[in-house]
């Protein structure tokens, strides 16, 4: 069974409300052909009602780029899944690279923003990635199966059909390195087989992985060559409509 695929743009902490919905805009006329495939749009959360309004109707995912547990209360500086809802936002990306590794997130923590997205009905994509150290020294397996367990502790099967897996290598994040199709198609196999093992054959099959770092369009078509590798996470790439373009235009 082939997954559908989904291309996703994270656009960090770019954008304000002008240049976000231009972009938006631009994203969902590129988009206008294309049934075959999915595409998310994750922008700061000042601008996802924005964004939400550019792309209504047109069949464009809008995401947050992180999600907190809780419905409201006192957590100063936090979204909760219910406010990302209420801006036209279907989806939280959680346990970015750079949250685990500039905000100091930990696997506990990206596991209680996790259960308590989804269970508020939004779709996680889980972020994981090893960084060149961890890569260099063989560790690259381990890391990364401590990521999905502990970042998946207590989510149930039946939860999994809203989970998607981000396989984003930290040495390969805004630094023009892309993993290679072998090395990217590698990690994909093991976390399915991992994802089996967690839950079932039929849920790891049905898992979308996503590959991010460095995505481009000179390199998007080898990428979804692979048999594991069922979309992208694209950065800065996400941030030039037409470039998106491409990438979402794969073959
Ligand atoms: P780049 O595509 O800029 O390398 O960023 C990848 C990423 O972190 C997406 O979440």
């Excluded at 000042?46 to 992180?66: K, P, R, Y």
């Excluded at 506990?108 to 961890?134: A, D, M, Y």
């Excluded at 690259?140 to 099967?157: D, N, P, S």
Aim: aromatic fraction near 6%.
């Amino acid at each position: 069974m082939k997954r559908r695929s989904l291309i996703a743009g994270n656009w960090k902490m770019h954008t304000t409300a002008g240049d976000a919905r231009d972009l938006a805009l631009a994203v969902a006329t590129i988009c206008s052909d294309i049934k075959d495939r999915d595409v998310l749009l994750a922008p700061p959360f000042t601008v996802l009602a924005d964004v939400a309004d550019s792309v209504e109707n047109t069949g464009i995912l809008v995401a947050g780029q992180n999600v907190c547990w809780e419905e409201k209360g006192a957590f100063t500086g936090e979204i909760s899944p219910v406010m990302i809802k209420a801006a036209g936002g279907a989806a939280a990306i959680v346990g970015h690279s750079e949250r685990r590794q500039i905000f100091l997130e930990t696997d506990e923590l990206i596991n209680r923003r996790v259960s308590g997205g989804l269970s508020f009905g939004l779709t996680i994509i889980l972020c994981v990635g090893e960084t060149l150290e961890e890569r260099e020294d063989g560790e690259a397996f381990t890391v990364l199966e401590k990521q999905v367990r502990r970042g998946l502790a207590g989510v149930h099967a039946a939860d999994m059909a809203k989970v998607v897996i981000a396989y984003e290598p930290v040495w390969a994040i805004g630094t023009g390195r892309t993993a290679s199709k072998e090395q990217a198609q590698e990690i994909h196999a093991f976390l399915r087989r991992l994802i089996a093992e967690l839950y079932e054959k039929d849920i790891a099959a049905q898992t979308r992985i996503l590959y991010g770092g460095s995505v481009k369009p000179t390199n998007i078509d080898e990428l979804m060559a692979q048999p594991d590798i069922d979309g992208a996470l694209v950065g800065g790439a996400a941030l030039d409509a037409e470039i998106f373009g491409r990438i979402i235009a794969f073959k």
